[in-house]
Nanobody, 123 residues
Framework: QVQLVESGGGLVQPGGSPRLSCAAS????????MGWFRQAPGKEREFVAA????????YYVDSVKGRFTISRDNAKNTVYLQMNSLKPEDTAVYYC????????????????WGQGTQVTVSS
């Protein structure tokens, strides 16, 4: 059992660089791969980024490659999403998730989800 709580969202200007955090509690954090997804109004939940349990492997959707960086600090039971050069198209509710399936790209690959944090990119 894992509980996840996201933070760091809010209203951001285009080009901004917020960092989202996801704090985990419960079972051993380092045993899980961690992912970030986002969902805009009227859209399906979209994969954004993931990191393996070891932290060695990372994965990104093409639209955020070179702009977003996922990382984890197992000692702090926390995963981060550093978001740079934000665009209005990045506006969405961002969710973190934990899973053990060995796959990373679909919501069904994850067992646990946070409540989400709204990121609004607007001038």
């Amino acid at each position: 059992q894992v509980q996840l709580v996201e933070s760091g969202g809010g209203l951001v200007q285009p080009g901004g660089s917020p960092r989202l955090s996801c704090a985990a509690s419960g079972n051993t954090f380092s045993s899980y791969a961690m992912g970030w997804f986002r969902q805009a109004p009227g859209k399906e939940r979209e994969f954004v980024a993931a990191i393996s349990w070891s932290g060695i492997s990372t994965y990104y959707v093409d639209s955020v490659k070179g702009r977003f960086t996922i990382s984890r600090d197992n000692a702090k039971n926390t995963v981060y999403l550093q978001m740079n050069s934000l665009k209005p198209e990045d506006t969405a509710v961002y969710y973190c998730a934990a899973g053990t399936s060995g796959s990373y790209y679909k919501p069904r690959d994850y067992n646990y989800w946070g409540q989400g944090t709204q990121v609004t990119v607007s001038s």
